[in-house]
């Protein structure tokens, strides 16, 4: 039942995320006004409570915060630039995916058209939204963050990362660095397996204690990041690429794709030319720093 006291706002784009948005709102009591280029996307939402606005400027001018969650930054630009004079005083929240110079060059403007502006990334899958397991990052001022942090709390575990506007898309790709290094590393031992018969469930089980145990290393692996000194405390990187190269050998000899461990020593070998074989794994940022 929506509480008429709790703060209104408006949901601008109804696909599945902006749909679970929305619903996650209204589940909190929060009045939610949505907008849809699609109105029959509103329809269960409606059914549910939401007001269906009949266009943009409508919609905008319901609520003291907008979140937008359409298909690119393209789009958000051109359903608020038809309604430009209702941006005014407004807060705009982008929940849209993109890059830090696309949320910068949107912030600037949303602020050129008198709105205060608030980029974020929905770390999460619709069906999560609205319960603590649902992780939105937003970056901006704090100053417009403040006043809707008690709202956007109905949508998961928000946390606020800084005044730079980019912040939220580069920790998203960042993540995204994470997952797909993960699975990959995980596909690539897999399918050495698979030849001994070894099936995917199985190790499944074993590369998931790795994944954890490797993640327990970060926060001493991150000191030397920061500290810019990288002593071998475990092993030293010479001592990592020889067993990358055990790998690479492995894998061919297996008859399995090796071009992943192959890029992993080419790394390594380009830092142990320069200098850094004798320092620990982390060393590689400097690799990784270059263009």
Request: with cysteine; glycine share 10%.
């Amino acid at each position: 039942m929506t509480n008429r006291t709790a703060a209104p706002v408006t949901v601008i784009g109804l696909g599945l995320m902006g749909r679970a948005l929305a619903t996650a709102f209204l589940k909190a009591g929060h009045p939610t006004t949505v907008w849809n280029r699609s109105p029959s996307r509103a329809t269960e939402l409606v059914a549910e409570g939401a007001r269906s606005a009949p266009s943009v400027g409508a919609a905008l001018e319901a609520s003291p915060l907008t979140v937008l969650c359409v298909t690119d930054y393209r789009a958000v630009r051109e359903l608020l630039g038809a309604s430009e004079a209702g941006l005014a005083g407004r807060t705009l929240l982008n929940l849209t995916s993109g890059d830090s110079t696309q949320a910068r060059e949107t912030a600037r403007w949303a602020e050129q058209h008198g709105a205060r502006y608030l980029d974020g990334a929905i770390m999460a899958v619709p069906p999560v939204i609205g319960t603590a397991d649902a992780t939105i990052l937003l970056s901006g001022p704090h100053a417009d963050f403040d006043p809707h942090g008690t709202t956007l709390e109905a949508l998961g575990t928000v946390t606020h990362l800084g005044e730079d506007h980019g912040l939220a898309a580069l920790y998203d790709v960042a993540g995204l660095a994470m997952m797909w290094s993960v699975l990959n590393a995980w596909l690539q031992g897999t399918a050495m397996l698979r030849t001994a018969g070894v099936d995917a469930a199985t190790y499944a089980q074993f590369a998931r204690r790795m994944a954890t145990g490797v993640a327990d290393w970060l926060p001493g692996y991150a000191e030397q990041i920061d500290r810019g000194s990288f002593p071998a405390e475990v092993a030293a990187l010479e001592t990592d690429a020889r067993a990358m190269a055990h790998l690479i050998e492995e894998s061919e000899a297996l008859g399995v794709n090796a071009e992943l461990p192959k890029l992993f020593k080419a790394m390594a070998d380009r830092a142990i030319a320069a200098g850094h074989g004798g320092e620990q794994y982390p060393v590689l940022i400097e690799e990784f720093s270059k263009p």
